[in-house]
């Protein structure tokens, strides 16, 4: 059994949005905090990392949400490193109100070379610490078919990058995807409706200076997107939608 | 002296830009936090001020940035109503860190009714309890002449209202704001300086299907900003610059 941590995080106001649920990039956001936390716990947290010519790369997500935490719950984030081979490893969080489960996350992580930009082994000592299962053949998140295909694209937004979107890794914040995605859709259709499921593959890194565009095809309650700089597919996203009965209606 | 509220912060990773400081936007949401808070413990909160469909409006902020809090500070921030009269109220911020004042921040506020979607007189019992210094006038917080004249821009850049933008007041988030104008600035300049102080002058709310176009003129260390849609003002800045010695490479 791999090694768990426990955090725990109270949705604040300005996490929330409109509905008074927490958006999607703050609850990556404070996913991720937790497995810093448990990184930083174990002595494998970013500053080794970096002194070691390392960063993580996450290449794709997967999202199962029951219920979006609300502002002012206090929510558990529960995280572990479930299984990993030499490259790959896939980090799972749970995000647990009163012992439900509301949020259920997986990760899979690769280790990048900061000067070649290359994949690269991760060292034993990092993966030791937190004793997940060895496996083989760490499996895809993903099957290929649910991503986007074509030119058929019902519609085009644009987003410059911001300052602010950077982080101290210097590049786009993996938080900023999930609003590049979900914002393109627009306000009628997001009020209307609450995320189920979302997978997420990230395929190239984004900078300071780019201007990405976010398409998307709808099919009922079915998306997928491409976030794209230029000719590059920056991320490819499918997200399974429900009808929302609470809706709020908005000063125009 | 007026009633005081403390709480305390910890800069989280998302929290922060590239310099590993608080962004101003996040600044901003975790000072007006503690006002939450503090309206909560005197059951003048939220849920009391919607249910006699008022709402607070800010109409004026003033910062002075002696350091920016960093990556995993923990923060007290002291907040407490100065002065108020039947109309308008100043509260003020204090961002500390073992004992050092950090960041001031005061703003003046005015209380909406909802509906008519005028200024109206603050209930007594909303004043009553945080006991400032009642005064017959409340100052503005900033000369006139701070502002920005003249259609002499050096730069136009446009945002689009986010879905994320909005909050569980239906309009955009105040924080928002710090980003537009900032923003505009561009990486270069950002990342090679660091505000000291800022007035922000709130003119017109800003709705969810806005585009807001933000222009700037500078002049050496000292930038004025304008925020607006179509030929409406939402709001005007004005801010002071130092230049920064720890600067950033980005990789491009």
């Not at 509905?19 to 990184?39: C, D, F, G, R, Y």
């Not at 993903?142 to 982080?167: L, P, Q, S």
């Not at 998306?223 to 597919?233: E, S």
Request: proline share 2%; with cysteine.
């Amino acid at each position: 059994m791999a090694k768990t941590f426990t955090t725990e995080h109270t949705i604040q106001y300005y996490e929330a949005d409109v509905k008074q649920h927490v958006t999607l990039p703050m609850l990556i956001n404070i996913s991720l905090e937790a497995s810093t936390q448990q990184a930083a716990s174990l002595h494998i947290g970013e500053e080794e990392v970096h002194s070691r010519g390392l960063g993580w790369i996450i290449l794709e997500s997967s999202l199962d949400i029951h219920e979006m935490p609300r502002v002012h719950d206090t929510v558990t984030v529960k995280t572990w490193v479930e299984e990993a081979n030499s490259f790959f490893s896939i980090r799972h969080f749970q995000v647990i109100k009163d012992d439900d489960v509301m949020v259920e996350i997986k990760m899979l992580f690769a280790l990048l070379d900061m000067v070649s930009r290359k994949l690269t082994r991760i060292p034993d000592d990092f993966i030791e610490v937190l004793e997940p299962k060895a496996v083989k053949r760490v499996k895809r998140l993903a099957n290929n078919d649910m991503w986007a295909e074509g030119d058929d694209w019902d519609h085009v937004t644009e987003y410059a990058v911001r300052y602010n979107d950077i982080d101290t890794n210097l590049h786009v914040n993996n938080s900023h995807y999930y609003e590049w995605t979900t914002d393109a859709l627009g306000v009628d259709f997001l009020a209307n409706h609450r995320p189920v499921s979302m997978v997420v593959r990230f395929e190239h890194e984004i900078g300071v200076r780019d201007t990405v565009v976010s398409r998307y095809q709808k099919d009922e309650l079915v998306t997928k997107h491409q976030i794209c700089t230029g000719d590059t597919v920056g991320a490819q996203a499918n997200i399974v939608w429900q009808k929302e009965t609470d809706v709020p209606s908005f000063k125009m």
